[in-house]
């Protein structure tokens, strides 16, 4: 049973050009969650979104950033314009059931390491 | 504001010492877990504790929960290089959506 897969694994990008992370979860989960860990901090939440809705993105920066998650593939998380500041991994982890004060477990991938030249 | 402050921040022992590694706040969550993460990959999950002064036990490591459910202790034994890593506690308030993490702890077993 495959883990939860992110692609690309690293991603260079120039200021001003958009960055597309992507993020399959573990079979069997339709809960996504995404994280962004800049260097030498802490992992941050940024969004948490079901097949087709986002539930909550009280982490998303206000500008530039989206996410979506389709009824069929990958969940991405998009970056416009990126600054330099953008430059950090991001994380993708998926549940079975959403966490909302279950005991239910959030399982992480490898993270898309996005630096921004 | 930091939610999950852990102690110590760094942590360099030779093998074969114990080791105990501190995760608080004074929030009160619904469920803790612990992970480790390697340079270069994703957090991996080592427990999550869920009762208050649960604990859990996984080889040569030990997971506590607070009685009050606001605070965590991991404790190894007899530590080895392979424990070598970066453990962050996270947890989960009651009514949220996604995981608060600690600050972390970078542990360095020396052979």
């Known amino acids: 049973n495959a883990g939860v897969m992110q692609n690309p694994r690293h991603l260079v990008r120039r200021r001003g050009q958009e960055a597309r992370l992507r993020c399959s979860p573990m079979?069997?989960?339709?809960?996504v969650y995404w994280y962004r860990q800049l260097p030498e901090e802490g992992l941050k939440f940024m969004v948490y979104?079901?097949?087709?809705?986002?539930?909550?993105e009280s982490g998303m920066p206000k500008e530039r950033f989206s996410a979506e998650f389709p009824k069929e593939g990958p969940s991405i998380l998009r970056i416009q314009q990126v600054v330099r500041g953008d430059s950090a991994a991001y994380f993708c982890?998926?549940?079975?059931?959403?966490?909302?004060?279950?005991?239910?477990?959030?399982?992480f991938g490898p993270g898309t390491r996005l630096t921004v030249l | 504001t930091q939610l999950l402050e852990q102690s110590p921040q760094f942590l360099s022992i030779q093998e074969g010492e114990n080791l105990t590694v501190y995760c608080n706040s004074s929030?009160?969550?619904?469920?803790l877990q612990w992970y480790r993460q390697e340079p270069g990959e994703g957090p991996v999950l080592l427990v999550t504790?869920?009762?208050?002064?649960e604990v859990k036990k996984l080889k040569r490591l030990t997971f506590q929960f607070g009685d009050a459910r606001k605070d965590s202790s991991l404790h190894i034994t007899a530590a080895q290089p392979g424990d070598t890593g970066l453990y962050l506690c996270?947890?989960?308030?009651?009514?949220?959506?996604?995981?608060?993490f600690g600050t972390g702890t970078r542990l360095t077993v020396i052979p």
């Open positions: 982890a998926s549940s079975p059931l959403g966490t909302s004060g279950s005991t239910d477990t959030q399982y």
């Open positions: 079979k069997g989960h339709s809960h």
């Open positions: 979104l079901q097949k087709e809705n986002i539930i909550d």
């Open positions: 929030s009160v969550f619904s469920s």
């Open positions: 504790v869920v009762t208050g002064g």
């Open positions: 996270a947890g989960v308030q009651t009514g949220a959506n996604n995981l608060f």
